[in-house]
């Protein structure tokens, strides 16, 4: 054997797939994309969600309700656990930062204190919103509620 007689094997080489090229491309007049549609035309894109001429999900489902979008959600704490967390982290001044700060909160989530369960210690707390509950238990243990707005 010659290196002039060198030939990649059977099968390797392929023909390229020159597309719209005329009859004797063999792949000629529709190009290999059928007879007619949008798909065989230029430009064409699918719209996200085409279930191809079937009702689209969104519009078979019912709609049920409303999501308002100015409601405010708070992250609740109640007076009850103030005790055990000023035990746990060492914490007198319950805010917003600290309780981030010790994983008890998000970084943006707004706290709301209630007046679930009972406080023995005095703590100075600052939160978004507070029950007029939860003030005056907090109050008549010597501790005080600021509301930050």
């Known amino acids: 054997?010659?290196?002039?007689?060198?030939?990649?094997?059977?099968?390797?080489?392929?023909?390229?797939?020159?597309?719209?090229?005329g009859e004797g491309s063999g792949h000629g007049g529709t190009s290999t994309?059928?007879?007619?549609?949008?798909?065989?035309?230029a430009g064409y894109k699918r719209k996200m969600g085409h279930e191809g001429g079937q009702?689209?999900?969104?519009?078979r489902?019912?709609?049920?309700?409303?999501k308002n979008p100015h409601r405010v959600e708070y992250k609740v704490i109640n007076v009850g656990q103030l005790?055990?967390?000023?035990?746990?982290?060492?914490?007198?001044?319950?805010?917003?930062?600290?309780?981030?700060?010790?994983?008890?909160?998000g970084k943006t989530d707004k706290v709301k204190l209630l007046a679930k369960g009972e406080l023995k210690g005095k703590y100075t707390i600052?939160?978004?919103a507070a029950s007029e509950k939860?003030?005056?238990?907090?109050e008549a243990v010597g501790g005080s509620v600021e509301i930050v707005k």
């Open 61 to 66: 489902t019912p709609k049920r309700g409303f």
């Open 134 to 138: 939860a003030k005056s238990i907090v």
């Open 33 to 41: 994309k059928g007879n007619k549609g949008g798909q065989s035309r």
């Open 126 to 128: 600052i939160v978004d």
């Open 55 to 59: 009702m689209p999900i969104q519009r």
């Open 83 to 105: 005790d055990q967390w000023a035990e746990t982290y060492s914490i007198s001044e319950f805010t917003i930062e600290s309780l981030y700060e010790v994983g008890i909160t």
């Open 1 to 21: 054997m010659k290196l002039h007689q060198l030939k990649p094997a059977k099968g390797a080489v392929q023909k390229e797939k020159r597309i719209g090229r």
